[in-house]
């Protein structure tokens, strides 16, 4: 059983959409704090707004959206959703991978925190406009003359919270945005020695503090009784998913991991998974995921709610056959959920 005051959010990614449906429901009923939907697999708001259709308080949230649609696109689909779910949306917001925006979207990757910064000053523009107060908008990257809206705003305020990993984005966050979104390659130590500094300082800036920023961190969870085999399915789904991107090598070289990283990033580059996945030490696996029995794993996550203010927790689903991650994500409801 879980304290009522730590919050966790189930992160329903790499599912169907019947199933993610399914698991939202069953997150609900168990009193989970927030179900999040990224924006790989599929659109994010057409999961969150079937999963708002059946459920009535479990909080919505992109985790994480691409900055990829217009904030004119973004601020009317966040209109629309949170009129639906009755004010439950959250808006995780990214930037993605380099690589993403240039050869999925043709959006050049240039000046990417000025880019963030506008793009949640706009979307905020567009979010607290009514019919009388037609939207104008002149930046470098996004320029909006005379939008209007049928309706006013669903309520006075959209939480938008940004996924950052890095000092000058998570400044950035803490000046801007109402929270951050951190994913699961980092520790405690690290959230204490970097992240939190760097968003205090930027809360500052906008004459915040920390205390006004909603803080989430993800976390990769196995509940399982087969440790070794768990430690397998996270090295694959690390080394399938996060070693191609520059920023998670980054990070995770920053924790003393940048020899197996480097090795298994040459690996990768080679076209070897098995050897980019066997170059992955338990140590790494141990240190960023948690495996264990349900007590193990509830023990271990009890450790951030005196740091944070929500947990995502995240099965490794890139590591496994898809039919095992639905029963996965059950087993993180069983162990997390209050009832």
């Not at 059946?54 to 959206?65: D, E, F, Y």
């Not at 709610?305 to 995240?314: F, R, Y």
Request: contains cysteine; glycine residues 8%; neutral net charge.
């Amino acid at each position: 059983m879980i304290e009522q005051h730590q919050r966790f959010m189930l992160l329903l990614n790499g599912l169907s959409i019947n199933d993610a449906v399914a698991m939202a429901q069953q997150a609900e009923d168990s009193g989970l704090y927030a179900v999040g939907v990224d924006d790989i697999y599929h659109d994010p708001f057409t999961v969150l707004t079937a999963i708002a259709a059946v459920t009535s308080r479990i909080r919505l949230v992109t985790h994480i959206a691409s900055w990829t649609r217009t904030p004119v696109t973004m601020a009317r689909i966040c209109r629309t959703l949170d009129t639906f779910s009755n004010g439950r949306l959250v808006l995780g917001l990214g930037s993605m991978p380099q690589r993403w925006n240039e050869d999925f979207h043709g959006i050049p990757w240039e000046a990417p925190l000025q880019r963030m910064r506008e793009y949640v000053e706009l979307v905020r523009r567009l979010w607290e406009a009514t019919p009388e107060t037609p939207v104008d908008y002149q930046g470098r990257f996004y320029r909006v003359s005379g939008f209007r809206v049928h309706d006013p705003p669903p309520r006075a305020h959209l939480p938008i919270l940004i996924g950052a990993s890095r000092p000058a984005m998570m400044r950035m966050t803490g000046k801007w945005a109402d929270g951050v979104l951190i994913i699961w390659n980092h520790t405690i130590p690290w959230l204490k020695e970097v992240a939190l500094p760097n968003l205090s300082e930027g809360a500052r800036r906008s004459g915040r503090s920390l205390a006004d920023l909603s803080l989430a961190v993800g976390k990769l969870v196995l509940v399982t009784d087969e440790p070794e085999r768990a430690r397998d399915v996270v090295r694959r789904h690390i080394a399938g998913i996060y070693l191609a991107i520059d920023y998670h090598r980054e990070l995770l070289a920053t924790h003393g991991f940048g020899d197996e990283v480097a090795a298994g990033f040459a690996a990768l580059a080679a076209g070897d998974m098995e050897g980019a996945t066997r170059a992955l030490s338990d140590r790494l696996v141990d240190t960023f995921a948690v495996i264990g029995s349900p007590e193990e794993c509830r023990e271990r996550m009890a450790e951030y709610s005196s740091v944070v203010d929500w947990v995502a927790l995240s099965t490794p689903r890139g590591g496994m056959p898809s039919s095992e991650n639905p029963r996965a994500v059950h087993r993180l409801i069983q162990s997390f959920g209050n009832t």
